[in-house]
């Protein structure tokens, strides 16, 4: 099956810089998923990314699904976005369960 | 549309009870996941529905662990004998169309402990 590995595992900002946050995946796939676990544990869809950019306020996601990988980027971070970040996979490419990355942990100063 | 619904969101038990987690899903979804959460494993798919009907449970632990879905708008998931190992927070997830790979939503989970 599909294997999808995460970079950095932790990342510690001050509020207001900006980050990147990595998902390689193993196969090809037409369908990646971003997710935000907030510090109550609640799992929060960002993003719905088989190619290409999308943007939500100062969140965006770009996926590269020729190359397997997709970019999660966070600029003006702010406390609130401190959590844990999942990029998930379909198990079989195209169908099937989703498989999830062990996350990256994100913690924001004030 | 509520989202995802989840009941209860916490249970504390002791080892040998047994446990019933309940799931509604979104109107209109026609799939539906259950998941486990811990730290030492991250989460993990237990076992999902397409309409009502399962597709892939190889992930139930055992045969203590089992799932229903009895119609569109209603799963179980029950643990019968429950043992300390399964404490975890269980997610249920549902999607609609797109094999199944479709935009996930979760509900906000059950945290279960087993003394």
């Known amino acids: 099956g599909i294997q999808v590995e995460q970079s950095p595992p932790d990342l510690i900002l001050q509020e207001g810089a900006n980050s990147t946050l990595r998902c390689n995946f193993s196969d090809s796939v037409n369908n990646l998923q971003w997710f935000h676990q907030n510090p109550w544990g609640q799992l929060i869809n960002l993003f719905y990314i088989p190619s290409g950019t999308k943007q939500n306020g100062r969140l965006s996601a770009t996926t590269v699904a020729t190359e397997r990988y997709s970019l999660l980027y966070i600029s003006s971070s702010q406390t609130t976005d401190s959590g844990v970040y999942f990029c998930?996979?379909?198990?079989?490419?195209?169908?099937?369960?989703?498989?999830f990355g062990k996350g990256t942990k994100l913690s924001v100063k004030p | 549309d509520a989202g995802v619904i989840q009941s209860p969101r916490h249970e504390v038990t002791e080892m040998g009870q047994e446990v019933t987690l309940r799931c509604k899903p979104i109107?209109?979804?026609?799939?539906l996941f259950w998941y486990r959460q811990t730290m030492m494993r991250g989460l993990e798919l237990l076992i999902y529905?397409?309409?009502?009907?399962?597709?892939?449970d190889s992930g139930m632990p055992e045969d203590r662990f089992s799932a229903k879905m009895p119609n569109a708008s209603f799963s179980t998931l029950k643990i019968q004998p429950s043992e300390p190992r399964d404490s975890a927070v269980y997610f249920c997830?549902?999607?609609?169309?797109?094999?199944?790979?479709?935009?996930?939503?979760f509900g906000e989970g059950s945290r279960l402990t087993v003394l």
């Open positions: 109107s209109g979804h026609d799939y």
């Open positions: 998930a996979a379909p198990l079989g490419g195209s169908q099937g369960n989703l498989i």
């Open positions: 997830a549902s999607s609609r169309g797109r094999s199944g790979t479709g935009e996930l939503f």
């Open positions: 529905f397409n309409n009502n009907v399962p597709i892939d």
